[in-house]
């Protein structure tokens, strides 16, 4: 199973970024996709996730600003990071459930300035 991450970058306060993740070589559905972040000097930490349903589940942190999407029949999902703030710099993780089992892809760095 891969998971190909992109779309971090360099970015301003109140500016936006897509992170976009593609799953690929797994041979059961996949039941949930999402992102998770790790600033430095800290634990790794949930962003946003979307269930196979459609069912999402945001972070307080990010609620209003972030939103995630799924496309490609579930296997590749989107993260839309608007009103971007110095809190969010961090490496952020695509992650993903298929079957019953857990996969991380590499992680995509995202810097706000400010």
């Known amino acids: 199973v891969q998971l190909q991450a992109s779309g971090g970058g360099l970015v301003q306060t109140g500016g936006s970024l897509r992170l976009s993740c593609t799953v690929s070589g797994g041979i059961f559905a996949v039941n949930l996709m999402g992102w998770y972040r790790q600033a430095p000097g800290k634990q790794r930490e949930l962003v946003a996730v979307v269930a196979s349903n459609g069912n999402t589940n945001y972070s307080d942190s990010v609620k209003g600003r972030f939103a995630i999407s799924r496309a490609y029949a579930g296997n590749m999902v989107n993260l839309q990071l608007d009103s971007l703030e110095p809190d969010d710099t961090a490496v952020y993780y695509c992650?993903?459930?298929?079957?019953?089992?857990?996969?991380w892809g590499q992680g995509t760095l995202v810097t706000v300035f400010s």
């Open positions: 992650y993903t459930i298929l079957g019953n089992r857990g996969y």
